[in-house]
């Protein structure tokens, strides 16, 4: 079975999340690989590249929503004479829409 600490490496590495240091991330990573294991089908490989690449999705989908009210994350900010607002909206559409690729990829093992 794939450690968390490799989805962990996995995430840093990426810089999925530039602001987070590998011990922040880690409670998620752990999170997600126990949601593999109760879902991993008998028969599949719980090592393969497939079952990091799902549990990473996972990991990913439960970091973001769970800052989301975070307004020093989430909010607007200033850069020189110019105020750029992020679009929490349209992010979590795209975070929801990778994570469900990344389930639907996974399939053949879940």
């Known amino acids: 079975m794939i450690e968390p600490t490799d989805v962990c490496a996995s995430l840093v590495s990426a810089h999925v999340f530039p602001d987070l240091s590998a011990e922040e991330i880690l409670p998620f990573c752990k999170r997600a690989t126990q949601w593999l294991t109760k879902h991993i089908k008998e028969d599949a490989d719980s090592n393969s590249p497939l079952a990091l690449r799902t549990a990473e999705a996972v990991a990913r989908y439960n970091i973001f929503t769970s800052r989301i009210g975070t307004t020093e994350t989430y909010g607007s900010f200033k850069v020189g004479d110019m105020t750029l607002k992020r679009d929490i909206k ?21």
């Open 90 to 110: 349209n992010e979590y559409e795209i975070e929801k829409a990778l994570y469900n690729e990344a389930l639907c990829e996974g399939a053949e093992i879940l």
